[in-house]
């Protein structure tokens, strides 16, 4: 485990951008490949604002965004007070406004997927997060050890 995270923020949309650059900052600073740290910030959004959209918030009117990073790969996960039904994947048509989230989501995740218990549910999603290092070998002998 290379970095984790957690942050507990009011419900609301201005959250999301808080979300976004909480772990956009944290997956820079463990050296994250950027456009794996722009998939997984994107994720983190969409989970959050249908988290917001069609959710309860936790006690408290909050929503947890938590994330962690293996070797190759970040955990994101957003939890909330539950709802009377469970996220499943839309299927949009072409010229819907919206329900694209969780597709987004399928496809920029190697899995995603729900867990509830007694305090709400969980949206959680797998990334591939290579580390920038291992993308540029020129750039991380520059940089010398970590």
């Known amino acids: 485990m290379r970095a984790a995270g957690t942050v507990l923020l009011p419900w609301g949309p201005a959250s999301v951008a808080v979300a976004r650059q909480r772990l956009a900052a944290d997956l820079t600073r463990a050296g994250i490949f950027d456009a794996a740290v722009g998939d997984a910030v994107l994720v983190v959004s969409e989970l959050l604002s249908n988290a917001i959209r069609h959710a309860r918030p936790l006690p408290g009117a909050n ?8 070797t190759d790969a970040v955990e994101v996960a957003v ?5 009377p039904t469970t996220p499943v994947r839309a299927h949009a048509t072409v010229s819907s406004l919206g329900g694209r ?20 549910q969980t949206v959680w999603a797998v990334l591939a997060a290579p580390a920038a290092a291992l993308r540029d070998p020129e750039s991380a002998a520059a940089a010398g050890p970590r």
């Open 79 to 83: 939890s909330d007070g539950g709802a």
């Open 63 to 70: 929503v947890q965004v938590a994330w962690a990073v293996g």
């Open 101 to 120: 989230g969780l597709d987004i989501v399928d496809y920029l995740a190697r899995r995603w997927g729900v867990r509830s218990d007694d305090f709400g």
